[in-house]
Nanobody
Framework: VQLQASGGGSVQPGGSLRLSCAAS????????MGWYRQTLGKQRELVLS???????TYGNSEKGRFAISRDNAKNTVYLQMTNLRPDDTAVYYC?????????WGQGTLVTVSS
């Protein structure tokens, strides 16, 4: 299984970004797919995850600013982030849990700064 994340970058406070993570190595219709983030000196934390039935689980990210979606035909999970704040600055990691195994993407850096 490989996870290829993209969409990170630099944005000003109040801006938006959309992260994508494409999974390869089989079908992921039944997988839990999600996004975590990590800053220096802190543990990786859940941002959002989505089940196969589209049930979502929020981490500490504020509801209403972030949204997760998935396209099973493309084996891709998306993280739409709006009204970004400087404390959203982190490396964002794609995560997939399938059949008792867990996989991580390489991480994509999101920097929110004026």
């Amino acid at each position: 299984v490989q996870l290829q994340a993209s969409g990170g970058g630099s944005v000003q406070p109040g801006g938006s970004l959309r992260l994508s993570c494409a999974a390869s190595g089989g079908k992921f219709d039944s997988a839990n797919m999600g996004w975590y983030r990590q800053t220096l000196g802190k543990q990786r934390e859940l941002v959002l995850s989505i089940e196969s039935d589209n049930l979502t689980t929020y981490g500490n990210s504020e509801k209403g600013r972030f949204a997760i979606s998935r396209d099973n035909a493309k084996n891709t999970v998306y993280l739409q982030m709006t009204n970004l704040r400087p404390d959203d600055t982190a490396v964002y990691y794609c995560n997939v849990k399938r059949w008792g195994a867990e996989y991580w993407g390489q991480g994509t850096l999101v920097t929110v700064s004026s």
